[in-house]
């Protein structure tokens, strides 16, 4: 009986060396299908990058999808790469860079609706994330919904006040809303940030200043 039990506790143990082996050689040929990612991107060779990954392809990987997300972006699969960011944010909810990654081949096919829903979420996370506040207040912005657009380009601004982007687009947006007032101070903030800016000459030169 003892005998017996020994064998077991000696199969077992056999076994769980087996599998901590497998997976760090896993582990060694997902670093070497990175790299080699890595190395075909920097040459613009996306697809082959992809080729790589997906050698090691793991649908529970956080990293992976991530991965494919962004070079399929850049091969110009988008379809796939949203499907990849997908999965990404799908295991990582609270991730802020797989939903940005996200926007990218959403916007790449015109789906803005996406984008903002995406954006939205990031903004639950991050209530102060300028970058993502900045970026939905552009798309308001080409949709000519200047009082969306106003608010948020306005939160940017309060929270980066020198800003030079945030001021700019602000000060467009309240001159697309006639206050003129407002808009020709906006673009002189901007212009003590970067002296030659043309977009807050071009406005200054609108309002006749």
Do not use: C
């Amino acid at each position: 009986m003892e005998i017996l039990k020994a064998k077991k506790t000696l199969l077992i143990l056999a076994l769980a060396l087996v599998v901590s082996g497998l997976k760090a050689q896993t582990f060694t040929e997902q670093v070497k299908a990175f790299q080699q990612s890595y190395i075909l991107a920097a040459s613009g060779n996306y697809a082959e990058g992809i080729n790589s990954l997906k050698t090691v392809y793991m649908e529970n990987s956080y990293e992976i999808n991530l991965r494919l997300g962004y070079l399929s972006y850049m091969a110009g699969r988008f379809t796939e790469a949203i499907a990849y960011y997908s999965k990404a944010i799908d295991l990582m909810p609270y991730s802020i860079e797989a939903r940005l990654g996200y926007a990218y081949p959403a916007s790449a096919i015109g789906n803005y609706s996406k984008v903002l829903e995406q954006y939205e979420k990031i903004l639950e996370i991050s209530p102060n994330n300028s970058i993502v506040m900045h970026r939905i207040g552009l798309i308001y912005y080409g949709r000519e919904d200047y009082m969306k657009a106003e608010k948020y380009f306005e939160k940017v601004v309060n929270l980066y006040p020198f800003d030079y982007e945030g001021l700019t687009m602000l000060a467009w947006t309240k001159l697309k809303l006639n206050k003129t007032r407002e808009a020709k101070s906006l673009f002189q903030k901007a212009l003590l940030n970067t002296p030659s800016g043309s977009t807050a000459v071009e406005g200054l030169e609108l309002l006749g200043n």
